[in-house]
């Protein structure tokens, strides 16, 4: 069963628009949420986790376990934005993380 | 620093070949190694994981087997591949309960 889910797979949005990645999960325990982003020709790297409650390049991405859902948000889009984004859950924090599908953000100029 | 290695980059092999990927990190010691595939369409799957030198857990039953000969090399194998192994191969790492760290990838294709 899906334990990620991320909706949309292609997003489109014009630079300076604000930008909103939905995921939700599925775990009753006490889950550890991530936000991973692999950029043109670069390898997949981690944007933020939910426990460090940080903004990373103007990212941030709050966990609402009544929601069961870890968006991630950013109000003005750049064109280096554009990547594919995938959010990532590890239960209990065994580190073995479950992906989503990934989302391709396009930011048009 | 730590690296982490991934070869090959790409590799095309026919139905029914054997397969060995390998990965290496530096600059780090006992590292947790992980295998993911990403198959087209859709999101990435964890394969194997590994804590240590001969400990693999599989993830999902399959074609595939790894193995961790050594402390920073952890080896994706397959004796005869299926046409559903096609796909994108991540080789990571972490620290224990850390951030994981991707090497570049292989792209698989069986034809």
């Known amino acids: 069963a899906q334990r990620v889910t991320q909706p949309e797979k292609l997003l489109s949005v014009f630079k300076g628009a604000p930008v909103e990645l939905k995921c939700n999960y599925s775990?009753?325990?006490?889950?550890?949420l991530f936000w991973y982003v692999q950029y043109s020709r670069q390898r997949l790297q981690l944007l933020l986790r939910?426990?460090s409650r940080e903004s990373i390049k103007g990212f941030t991405a709050d966990l609402n376990k009544g929601e069961t859902s870890f968006h991630l948000k950013k109000p003005f889009a750049q064109e280096e934005d554009s990547a594919m984004y995938y959010c990532?859950?590890?239960?209990?924090?065994?580190?073995?993380?479950?992906f989503g599908k990934g989302n391709q953000v396009v930011v048009i100029p | 620093s730590q690296t982490i290695h991934q070869w090959p980059a790409t590799l095309v092999q026919p139905v029914g070949s054997p397969l060995s990927l390998e990965c290496t990190v530096e600059g780090t010691s006992n590292p947790n190694l992980y295998w993911y595939r990403q198959a087209a369409g859709r999101g990435l799957q964890l394969l194997f994981y590994s804590v240590g030198i001969g400990q693999i857990s599989s993830e999902v039953p399959q074609n595939l087997s790894a193995s961790r000969p050594q402390d920073r090399q952890f080896i994706l194998s397959s004796k005869k591949l299926l046409l559903s192994d096609s796909g994108f191969y991540l080789c990571?790492?972490?620290?224990?309960?850390?951030?994981?760290?991707f090497g570049p990838g292989t792209r698989l294709t069986v034809l």
């Open positions: 990571a790492w972490s620290g224990g309960l850390d951030t994981q760290y």
């Open positions: 990532a859950l590890s239960e209990d924090g065994n580190n073995r993380l479950a």
């Open positions: 775990y009753s325990g006490s889950p550890e």
């Open positions: 939910h426990i």
